[in-house]
Each structure stands twice: as structure tokens, then as C-alpha cells.
């Protein structure tokens, strides 16, 4: 699939030069946000990435080639684009023959962000197991990615319309180390708290980059979840929020909605039911995301240079 990937000159560059690169997703910005605020974070993502000294490549899918790295009337376009469809591992070969746009989500966005040699990845929040995930079997894509691809993901937590204990679980099954960056407490997106603890912590990028480089090193597959919790001032009440996403899903539940429609319809939901706090939250914890995960590549660069 290499000969399908399509560069910016600024990532093609730092690539070339062996400077550190975060990936970033597009799904957030079709689905997960609406517009104008989506097209503003997407470029203030990016701002971030380049102020703490790495280069920031926004992947999708367009024209029958994964882009890595996009100019601003393709992010303009993954922004107001209604036809625009979410991505994942299974839906590559589809939207690539058939020259459709694609969004991608946290799987898919592993995946190209591997084929580039990509290897840390800022998102909102993972994927994972759905509540009622037991009887549904609905479970995301990119918990199956992470057991099998090497990109660290710098996230959020899991989203908190999911079952985040299964969830934890699965990776655990899958030797996914989730790793609390500054915090003992797995994060669960909109709050900082979920009731679950992560496997290990770590207080610095240093220390995230030296197991970063180590796994790898000796050979054992798959990513890294680097839980990063919402910054205090933006955080919402845990419990208010749970209130919130059980009647979301009952919402959901009465009108039939399944499949890659739920979440963007939970989003939906609670952030009407927030009266806009939560797109708020989701904006500031994204930013944050991106200002780690770019501090982390940096910092694998120095370990891995000796600099």
C-alpha cells in the first residue's frame, strides 16, 4: 500500500530528515466536531505540533491515495464535506478503488501513520468496548489495531459512551501497556477520573519514549495507549456526565441507531444536552493531546539519537 501514500512537502521533509512527526486524524474533524470549530481545531492542532518543535501530519483518505499530511483547502474540505465517510481497517479498499473521501478513524489512522513511519499518533480518545458490548459484540476496530500496530497513541482515555472496564480488559488480553501520562486514574475523555487505574505511570516524555523505543526493541508487536487526561480547568463532573450518556444511548437505543452512526450521534446528543460544554472539553483536551504527543515524539528522537 505504500505506493498509495501521498506526502506534504513540510512531512516528506521531516520524514527524510529523521525529525519527529505526529499523525492526527480526521474522523474528529468530519465526525466528531461541528463546523467552524472543527476547521479551527484541525489548524490549531497542527500550530501546537510545530510549537513544541515536531511536524504535524493530518491524514485521509482522497482521490484514491491516502494523504499524509494535508494542505488547508483539503482540511477545508474534510471540514464542510458532507459525503465525507469514516475509515477504518476494513473500509480501505472500498473508499481507495472507488476515489471516495475518507475520514480516518484511530485504526485507520495507525495504520497509514505505520506505512509512513509514523510512530506516535495524537486522537481524542480511543475506541473500544461498547456498553452492552457482551450481547452486541460491538467493539471497535481500534482496540484490534492497537495489539497489532506499532504507533503509540496519545489519548484521552477511551470515549465514555463506551465500557471502559471491558475496554481496559481487552487491551490487557491483547499486552497493550496503557500508560497514564501524569495521572494513576484511566482518563475518561470528558473527565478525569473513570474508576479504573492504568498499568503503569510515567511523569515525563523521556520516560514514555525510553518504553516506546524498548518494546519495539525487543520485538513485541502492537502500540501503546498514552492516557492523557483533560486538563482540570476544562474537565466535566464524572457522574453528571454518566447521566448524560445513559440517556444518550437510551435516545439511541429508541431510535434504532447501531453501527459507525452511534458515536456521532452520542456526540451529538451530549453536546446539546451540555448546552456546548462538552465541544468545549473536546477541544481542549485534543489540543492537549497533540502538545504530548508532540513532546513524546521529540523526545523518542533524543532517545534514539542519544542526543
Known amino acids: 500500500m505504500k505506493e498509495l501514500l501521498t506526502f506534504t512537502e513540510e512531512v516528506r521533509d521531516a520524514l527524510e530528515g529523521n525529525r519527529p512527526v505526529v499523525a492526527l486524524e480526521t474522523t474528529i474533524i468530519s465526525h466528531g466536531m461541528p463546523y467552524p470549530q472543527n476547521i479551527a481545531m484541525a489548524k490549531n492542532v497542527e500550530r501546537i505540533i510545530r510549537e513544541q518543535g515536531a511536524v504535524p501530519a493530518t491524514i485521509g483518505l482522497m482521490d484514491g491515495r491516502v494523504k499524509v499530511g494535508l494542505n488547508e483547502s483539503e482540511l477545508e474540505r474534510f471540514a464542510t464535506d458532507r459525503s465525507v465517510e469514516k475509515v477504518s481497517r476494513r473500509d480501505f479498499p472500498y473508499i481507495l478503488s472507488t476515489g471516495k473521501i475518507g475520514a480516518t478513524t484511530v485504526a485507520a489512522t495507525m495504520i497509514a501513520a505505520r506505512l509512513a ?52 480488559e481487552y ?28 498499568d503503569y505511570r510515567i511523569d515525563d516524555a523521556e520516560g514514555v ?6 518494546k519495539w526493541k525487543l520485538g513485541l508487536e502492537g502500540g501503546l495507549v498514552v492516557a492523557n487526561p483533560v486538563p482540570e480547568a476544562a474537565a466535566l463532573d464524572f457522574a453528571e ?27 451529538s446528543y451530549i453536546k446539546e444536552t451540555t448546552g456546548g460544554k462538552s465541544l468545549e472539553t473536546n477541544i481542549a483536551l485534543v489540543n492537549h493531546n497533540a502538545e504530548t504527543a508532540a513532546n513524546i515524539a521529540v523526545a523518542l528522537q533524543a532517545v534514539r539519537t542519544g542526543r
Open 117 to 168: 513511519g509514523i510512530e506516535v499518533f495524537a486522537t481524542g480518545g480511543i475506541g473500544g468496548v461498547h456498553r452492552e458490548g457482551e450481547s452486541t459484540w460491538d467493539v471497535s476496530a481500534d482496540l484490534t489495531e492497537l495489539a497489532r500496530t506499532k504507533v503509540a497513541v496519545v489519548c484521552a482515555g477511551a470515549k465514555s459512551i463506551l465500557d471502559i472496564g471491558r475496554t481496559l
Open 241 to 267: 456526565m454518566e447521566n448524560v450518556i445513559v440517556q444518550a444511548l437510551d435516545e439511541a437505543k429508541r431510535l434504532g441507531i447501531a453501527g459507525k452512526a452511534v458515536t456521532p450521534f452520542l456526540l
Open 171 to 198: 487491551l490487557e488480553t491483547h499486552g497493550v501497556p496503557v500508560v497514564g501520562y501524569r495521572c494513576d486514574e484511566f482518563p475518561s475523555f470528558y473527565s478525569r477520573e473513570s474508576g479504573y487505574r492504568v
Open 209 to 214: 519514549a525510553k518504553l516506546l523505543d524498548l
